[in-house]
């Protein structure tokens, strides 16, 4: 792609806390730019490229880690990237110094287990207290090194069309590629329900991750590092859960891919057209549009030699 974008398995969550992994004890220096709705996908992954160990989403800006210079200084950035994003430009950026924190610690204490119709994602360290309820699908993920706890609102969006499909078509024995997999949550949840599951990402570490989760819920996965074109045959049902860009970009080889239905998510309310426009330009019909807290999912029918889709 033309310009870095964040891991292809997620949106951009509404807050990702800096990494502890990444940095050593100190101060960390944070970075907020404004930024508008439409453009928080492009800023946010060149934060990341630049360096950020941790983004939050806010209405009208994005905040952004980085872990302290020599001296104390804020940190040097590659200014040749930057440039490409006026967002960035130096006027733009309001640089504070934060005490370094358990982030994990704290990040951890704001996330608690989220339902999606019959199926409820809960966090691996809330597993061993969490009491099903009755008819439900209890996913345990830990997000690990990849993007998606599986409570942002363009997954639980996922999970609630994949949801409804099964109890609409059963997804038992049924073909299903993810695209842009990242922490594995939809594909676990359709290998759960008793689906032959492709998962692809073209992160090396969120097929990884992928693969852990899958093992921690008791499925088993075909998993690959690739987009799109990793997949070998078309499968009966695709979920993409991408940002607009790529999904824009990928919307040929999503449908050609897809037997019958098509399930698609971080796309921007804002972006609604342009995304949609794509994916029925490649051949897909829309069944149904949802939205939550800025952004939408889509359910498509893809019909294969003229005949409708099941």
């Known amino acids: ?52 160990t941790g983004l939050e989403e806010r209405p009208t800006t994005l905040l952004a880690w980085f872990e302290a210079g020599a001296a104390d200084d804020h940190p040097t ?16 950026r309001r640089w504070s110094v934060e005490p370094d924190r ?29 009491e099903p309820g009755d ?9 690990g090194r990849a993007f998606g706890s599986g ?35 939809l594909a676990i949840a359709a290998a759960a329900r008793g689906a032959v599951v492709t998962a692809v990402d073209v992160d090396p570490t969120a097929v990884a991750v992928t693969r852990e989760n899958a093992e921690r819920n ?4 075909h998993t690959s590092t690739g987009s799109v074109e990793t997949v070998a045959e078309p499968a009966e049902v695709v979920v993409a859960n ?12 999503l449908v050609a891919a897809t037997r019958s239905v098509l399930i698609v998510s971080g796309i921007a309310t804002v972006r609604r057209d342009r995304a949609l426009a794509a994916l029925t330009r490649a051949g897909a019909g829309v069944v149904e549009v949802r939205e939550r807290d800025g952004w939408l999912a889509a359910r498509l029918t893809v019909t294969t030699s003229g005949e409708a889709a099941s």
Do not use: F, N, Y
């Open 135 to 143: 008819d439900e699908l209890t996913l345990v993920l830990d997000p």
């Open 218 to 221: 008791g499925v088993e996965l």
């Open 102 to 130: 358990d982030w994990q610690s704290e990040w951890k204490a704001t996330i608690a287990p989220a339902r999606a119709g019959r199926i409820v994602v809960v966090p691996s360290w809330l597993a061993p207290t969490h």
């Open 242 to 253: 991408l940002v607009t860009d790529v999904l824009v970009s990928l919307a040929a080889d």
């Open 1 to 52: 792609m033309s310009e870095p974008t964040p891991p292809s398995g997620s949106a951009i969550p509404a807050g990702v806390a800096p990494d502890p992994s990444r940095s050593g004890p100190g101060s960390r220096h944070r970075l907020e730019v404004d930024v508008h709705p439409t453009r928080r996908d492009t800023v946010g992954a060149h934060l990341w490229a630049l360096g950020a």
């Open 77 to 92: 950035l590659d200014e040749d990237l930057a440039a490409r994003v006026p967002e960035l430009a130096p006027a733009a």
């Open 151 to 185: 409570h942002h609102a363009t997954t639980l969006l996922c999970l609630e069309l994949l949801d409804e499909l099964d109890e609409e078509l059963s997804l038992t024995g049924r073909t299903l590629a993810d695209v842009g997999c990242g922490t594995g949550v």
